[in-house]
């Protein structure tokens, strides 16, 4: 790691009181190292990965991290805080503070070294030399493994890439002369988070270190950044229980099937691997069985630690599986609106009827380029469909339910049941191979189930079903609720534009808002004028809760903390750039006041857009695309209206409870910043 950390990245007095502070004063060091370009860009990505899921850890440990365009060297930087800092753990504040910053596209080999560091600050040791420490040299020393001890268990942890082979061979270890007479209790473990460089790994080293404490076989796969290494099919076979402490989809589930299943959030492997082995050991006591492809629910509960449970009610599961596909679905919406909406706006809306590029294309005529965008952006559009199909079918049965999710969809667009059509295709997709999953078969016959017999019996079922039984009924469907789009006015378009509003300014980001935005992304599949106002409704609404944050802390700074003016900042590019999100440190501070302001804000701002008849081809871009909007200027007062009711609710509601968060802040024994309490 001599690469990664040198003591001119190391704070051994780190004076910041608060984790944006932390994070800003060890980026500097990493931008007079010239490891980072952009400062605010940086703590921008830092940022926007703390809103995903705090990056505290029990122990007194905080590990902020992201993937960044704007790092060009993977760069460790390492702070000692005396009073502590606030990272969102359940024990407390954090005095040992790394800041993890990895380029866009960094190299296994340096992950690895990375997700080395964080299987180390589960050693107790290791976090007791680094408080102990008081030579910058020495700590830089110290992290880089140059001082780590030399026993075979600590060896085996360092590499990445042999996390299996270490587990086994560590549990086997801990067993002693013991294992050779009874055959321990088997665990098979799969450990994942979003960014994937440290709570993946740490949640493995957790597990594996509970599962030698309690004389169990922990045998874990992570899969993060540093590679993805399979478990031995053997070793999966031979497992008495399974646990996936997980914040992103498990890949190939369906290796699990048949297996008493633990089903968490990534910082519950971290903070209570003992209490998972022992719910392990308790579902196969009790022969608790669960077939992996059924239990797609989110990972992780509404509790902080990630403890999900194992049979979520079935509207969660079924709102899992819709996210899925829409998750998939975006990226296509995007990339192939924002090329049709650019298409229109060098050559007209004409352009869409072009005769084909492949044919006829000039290169010194910008309809050419513009014909050329348009038809580039309508085949990605082409796609939405089956791969919304494809995906939900994904979420809900693995890979076998690939191909009839994507037959299915394809046929929702052959009888014109569009976006109502894939969604349906995409259950069903998923049901059907969840069925024949079911079925008993065979030994010699399971190797050709999942890329033959299910994929052929599942497309040929969702087939029949597309075609002769439910196409039709939902292409009806589909045509009336376009023709009621289109028939929208007066009140009946403002009560929907009330309601979109109200729906992506709720939870900014959550359930609400990804059902709000994806009803309208639908729309743009066979884009009508009431798809259109739609659409337009949505954005304008999603960029109400930010903006108004950014502008109340703007006018009125004493009402707000420094964290929070730091962060409105922030929130004026976040808010003209449609990301909902940067709203959610407010709201998760002051939610009483701020949510219920937030949502006014974006029910004013999506009547007003209804109203005054704004349309939208762009699924995303903010302010970015009003030169593609239809009546840009009514469309920027209503979003304008919208956040002056945010913003004037917000002040009213936080000024009425009396206390300056300045004051309040400053009232802790140890001198250290304190927040006011919603």
């Not at 004409?350 to 309809?367: L, M, P, Q, R, T």
């Amino acid at each position: 790691m001599s690469e990664l950390i040198t003591a001119e990245l190391v704070d051994l007095d780190l004076s910041a009181t608060t984790k944006d502070a932390a994070a800003r004063s060890l980026a500097e060091r990493m931008v007079a190292a010239h490891r980072v370009t952009d400062l605010d860009g940086f703590l921008a990505d830092v940022a926007a990965r703390e809103a995903q899921m705090p990056t505290g850890l029990d122990g007194g440990i905080g590990i902020p991290h992201c993937r960044s365009e704007h790092v060009n060297a993977p760069t460790l930087a390492f702070g000692r805080s005396g009073a502590g800092i606030d990272f969102g753990a359940a024990d407390g504040p954090a005095d040992l503070i790394f800041l993890i910053a990895a380029p866009a596209g960094a190299d296994d080999d340096h992950l690895t070294i990375l997700s080395g560091l964080a299987r180390r600050l589960m050693d107790p040791e290791f976090t007791a030399a680094l408080r102990a420490g008081t030579d910058p040299r020495a700590v830089a020393a110290l992290i880089r493994g140059e001082e780590a001890p030399e026993e075979p268990e600590q060896e085996r942890a360092e590499a990445g890439s042999q996390e299996q082979e270490r587990a086994e061979t560590s549990t086997e270890a801990a067993g002693g002369t013991e294992a050779a007479e009874s055959v321990p209790f088997r665990i098979v473990a799969v450990t994942s988070c979003p960014t994937g460089i440290a709570h993946t790994y740490m949640a493995a080293e957790s597990l594996a270190a509970a599962g030698r404490a309690e004389g169990v076989e922990v045998t874990v796969e992570t899969q993060g950044s540093a590679g993805f290494k399979k478990l031995d099919p053997a070793v999966v076979a031979a497992a008495d229980a399974v646990i996936w402490a997980h914040d992103v989809e498990v890949r190939e589930k369906a290796r699990f099937r048949g297996k008493p299943l633990v089903d968490v959030g990534v910082k519950a492997g971290i903070n209570r691997p003992a209490e998972l082995i022992a719910e392990a050991r308790r579902k196969a006591e009790r022969g608790e069985i669960t077939t992996a492809p059924d239990t797609d629910e989110a990972p992780g509960s509404k509790d902080g630690d990630g403890s999900g449970t194992d049979h979520a009610h079935f509207g969660v599961r079924l709102r899992t599986y819709l996210m899925s596909g829409v998750s998939y679905m975006v990226p296509f919406v995007a990339a192939g609106g924002l090329l049709i909406a650019l298409s229109f706006a060098i050559g007209g809306y004409e352009i869409a009827s072009a005769k084909s590029v492949a044919d006829h294309f000039v290169w010194g005529e910008a309809d050419s380029w513009a014909a050329l965008l348009n038809q580039i952006g309508s085949a990605a559009f082409g796609f939405l469909v089956p791969v919304l199909a494809g995906y939900i079918a994904y979420g809900m049965a693995d890979r076998p339910a690939l191909v009839p999710g994507f037959v299915g969809g394809a046929i929702a667009l052959t009888v014109n049941a569009g976006f109502l059509g894939g969604l349906v295709a995409g259950l069903l997709a998923g049901a059907v191979v969840m069925a024949v999953q079911r079925v008993p078969v065979h030994a010699t016959l399971r190797g050709i189930m999942p890329v033959l017999v299910i994929p052929l019996i599942a497309s040929a079922t969702v087939g029949f079903l597309m075609f002769i039984v439910v196409g039709k009924p939902i292409a009806s469907l589909q045509n009336a609720l376009t023709d009621w789009l289109n028939g929208l006015s007066g009140s009946n378009a403002v009560i929907l534009g009330v309601v979109l509003g109200l729906m992506m300014c709720f939870d900014m980001g959550g359930p609400l808002n990804k059902v709000a935005y994806a009803f309208a992304v639908g729309g743009l599949a066979d884009p009508t004028p009431g798809s259109l106002k739609v659409m337009a409704a949505v954005m304008a609404a999603g960029m109400v809760p930010p903006l108004a944050m950014a502008l109340a802390t703007t006018l009125r700074k004493k009402l707000f903390t420094k964290t929070e003016r730091e962060n409105g900042r922030a929130a004026w590019v976040l808010g003209a750039s449609f990301i909902t999100e940067g709203a959610i440190p407010f709201a998760a501070a002051d939610p009483l006041r701020v949510i219920p302001s937030v949502m006014a804000g974006g029910a004013v701002t999506g009547a007003l857009s209804m109203a005054f008849g704004a349309t939208l081809r762009a699924p995303h871009g903010g302010v970015f695309v009003v030169p593609l909007i239809g009546e840009p200027f009514l469309y920027l007062l209503a979003i304008a209206a919208g956040t002056l009711v945010a913003t004037a609710l917000v002040v009213l509601l936080k000024g009425a409870r009396g206390t300056a968060p300045e004051a309040a802040e400053d009232a802790g024994a140890d001198g250290s910043r304190v927040p006011v309490a919603a």
